[in-house]
């Protein structure tokens, strides 16, 4: 995050424009807006300029600028058209320690000004720090077709109403979970249609009849966060994201998706590697129970989906015998993602009419799977948790009948900035780890849909690894 967004308070505060062009004018009116004491210095002015004088909202000095101007001065706006001046100006704030904003010239600019949505007492604000105004724009416009300009009626609502609901609920998660509620309810539905004494009539009753202890009754989302990528989360998954109190998150749940968790929400890492458990599984299962029955939502965070080599079976198993209400929803599996981010179809008329997902070792360890079962032609093998016991796996497939040369690839960090494509067969393939320094979380495709990754793979090609026996004497026909 290059800049820290804020939102200043400068009503009365004197704040200066240099300029009287149009882009002055689009800085006065933003100022005025705010009910700043603005002062603008320019030769001359734009009439719209005028227009704010007239109304005594702007003082206009006729003149150019001097040093002396900036005196007194809590926010500077540099915006001439004369590009050197700006910069000049912005210098000589920065000496003084005066917040400045330089048209047009980032570089010069101690703070940014975004693209707005106004709905006051409800503003969101977009910025690309300067790198595209354009984008900034297009981004509001995308935000301002979902934002009703009746939030804002609803915000004063809920501020008029604050201590009422302070003096009836004690905690922060029951006043939290009750304000969600009007948000989300018949109370907001009357205000964007306009019945703004309906919608205070029906809140006021609802305070007063609202019971704390329907409030305190605690749920467990247990959400799958996919393959890695946060473009692929499903909407409810982000939704819930955004309203649970606790978050008990895997170590395969990338940096860019916990960013985008409720910021206040308590986060509790319950990693899992092999041989390296943060938190048993029995601990996780109590953990969810315990923090539910303290009247919690909370959220059970998983790489790829819950219900795919995820456990989850066994979570909402002891939330039933605990009697706490859950949710369960599912994520992208990473077989699915990697798989189509790679290029590699798991599934091909030509090549596979099946396709199975395993993991590479079982709960007690090992690797003791129905080879006769995998070691078929004509179907995809997807292997969960593989880079442990790879030679184990590659071994037994050719020992029960798959060809040496069988197509095989490793999909280390699938769906993300990170991903790299490891091509090999099963002759080679445990040899490849050692080679490329392969580490969790990889996953391991083999069959002859993987040959096809060298004309379909789209994402990231420049990471791609072929090893030399599939590209000149391994791939099939």
Request: glycine fraction near 6%.
């Amino acid at each position: 995050m290059n800049y820290l967004p804020v939102f200043l308070d400068i009503e009365n505060k004197p704040c200066l424009v240099v300029g009287g062009g149009l882009i002055a004018l689009r800085k006065i009116s933003l100022l005025v807006r705010a009910q700043a004491a603005v002062t603008v210095i320019a030769p001359e002015i734009r009439p719209e300029i005028d227009d704010h004088i007239r109304n005594g909202e702007v003082t206009w000095q006729q003149k150019n600028f001097s040093e002396d101007d900036l005196d007194d001065c809590q926010l500077v706006l540099a915006a001439t058209d004369d590009r050197e001046l700006n910069a000049e100006i912005a210098a000589q704030c920065r000496k003084r320690n005066i917040w400045v904003n330089a048209a047009d010239d980032v570089h010069n600019c101690s703070f940014i000004l975004p693209s707005i949505i106004d709905r006051s007492p409800v503003q969101i604000a977009v910025s690309t720090g300067g790198a595209s105004p354009v984008l900034a724009r297009t981004l509001r416009a995308k935000l301002e077709n979902c934002t009703p300009a009746a939030y804002g009626q609803l915000a004063k609502l809920i501020e008029v109403n604050r201590h009422k609901v302070k003096e009836k609920f004690s905690s922060i998660d029951q006043k939290r979970k009750f304000w969600e509620k009007i948000i989300q309810g018949p109370v907001a539905e009357l205000v964007f249609s306009g019945q703004l004494d309906a919608a205070q009539n029906l809140l006021q009753e609802t305070i007063e009849h609202e019971d704390h202890r329907e409030l305190s009754q605690g749920e467990v989302y247990l959400v799958g966060a996919g393959p890695g990528d946060p473009d692929l989360l499903t909407f409810r998954a982000l939704r819930l994201m955004q309203q649970a109190d606790v978050v008990v998150y895997d170590r395969l749940v990338t940096p860019e998706i916990m960013d985008l968790i409720r910021k206040d929400a308590e986060l509790i890492y319950a990693g899992k590697e092999r041989a390296r458990h943060t938190l048993p599984q029995e601990s996780i299962n109590q953990l969810l129970v315990r923090l539910a029955k303290e009247g919690k939502r909370v959220l059970r965070l998983k790489g790829g989906d819950p219900f795919i080599f995820g456990r989850g079976g066994e979570e909402i198993s002891t939330l039933i015998d605990e009697g706490i209400p859950f949710q369960v929803v599912p994520g992208i599996p990473a077989a699915a993602g990697c798989a189509a981010y790679a290029g590699i179809p798991l599934t091909h008329r030509h090549h596979s009419q099946a396709v199975i997902f395993a993991t590479g070792h079982l709960s007690d360890g090992s690797v003791d799977l129905n080879w006769e079962m995998l070691a078929h032609k004509n179907q995809t093998l997807v292997f969960y948790m593989g880079l442990q016991g790879l030679d184990i796996i590659c071994t037994n497939l050719k020992k029960h009948g798959l060809e040496p040369d069988t197509p095989a690839a490793l999909i280390m960090q699938g769906t993300t900035a990170h991903q790299k494509v490891i091509m090999g067969n099963l002759d080679n393939l445990p040899a490849l780890v050692a080679d490329h320094e392969v580490e969790p979380p990889t996953l391991v495709i083999i069959g002859d849909v993987v040959q096809l990754h060298n004309t379909l793979r789209w994402f990231n090609p420049e990471e791609d690894v072929t090893s030399s026996a599939v590209r000149f004497f391994g791939a099939r026909n």
